[in-house]
């Protein structure tokens, strides 16, 4: 059994390559809709957020307001860490226990889709891991267009990763998706063959 960790810059197209291999067979972990779940009201988080950011990031049918709270965030780098520091273990805990359960079922290959892979350190859970990347150019105007963001807005939210250069040198795959999406199904297919097949190496 793999596990690899996936990871990729915000609007590098890391969403398509992840299902491109849950399609393939991968049991992927998602740690953005881990996130989705615990701060949908009644989770872990949502309390919490609200308590902290007051009912300003609350919309009217109770769910959260999560453009108004990455406009908080993304603004103000001690609202970010507070953010990180409640939010990471309680997605790290349910990372873990989902992780455990699909080593159980004994899955060829579990994929841990994490945004913050290096940044939060949890490329420690992967045996390899891989990058999906843009040029930033490109990733800002996918961002604008994706998302309806300013490019204020873009940019904060890029600039709150770590540097693309420095991914490159941790992951141990890279997946470029500069070019057509033809291009980068090749790529990942390629992978998959490798981790399927081949093993790790």
């Keep these: 059994m793999n596990i690899i960790g996936l990871t990729g810059g915000i609007a590098s197209g890391k969403s398509t390559v992840s299902s491109f291999f849950r399609q393939k067979g991968a049991a992927v972990l998602d740690a953005d809709r881990i996130a989705r779940e615990l701060s949908e009201p009644g989770g872990k988080l949502h309390a919490e957020y609200v308590h ?9 049918d109770g769910t959260l307001n999560r453009r108004r709270i990455g ?9 970010k860490q507070w953010l990180d520091a409640v939010s990471h273990p309680a997605i ?19 994929l841990l889709d994490i945004p913050l892979l290096f940044e939060s350190g949890w490329d420690k859970m ?22 309806g963001y300013t490019r204020r807005e ?4 890029i600039a709150a990763q ?3 250069e420095e991914k490159k040198k941790r992951a141990d795959y890279l997946i470029d998706n500069n070019g057509s999406l033809m291009d980068t199904v090749q790529q990942a297919e390629e992978l998959w063959k490798e981790w399927i097949h081949g093993g790790l190496s």
């Design 154 to 157: 873009a940019q904060d939210r």
């Design 162 to 164: 770590m540097p693309l």
């Design 126 to 147: 992967a045996d390899k891991t891989c990058l999906v990347y843009v040029d930033e150019s490109v990733q800002l105007q996918r961002l604008m267009k994706r998302d």
């Design 92 to 110: 790290r805990a349910e990372l873990l226990r989902k992780l455990e359960q699909k080593r159980n079922e004994k899955q060829r290959l579990i």
């Design 52 to 60: 902290h950011f007051g009912a300003e990031v609350l919309q009217s």
């Design 71 to 79: 406009q908080i965030v993304f603004s103000d780098p001690q609202q």
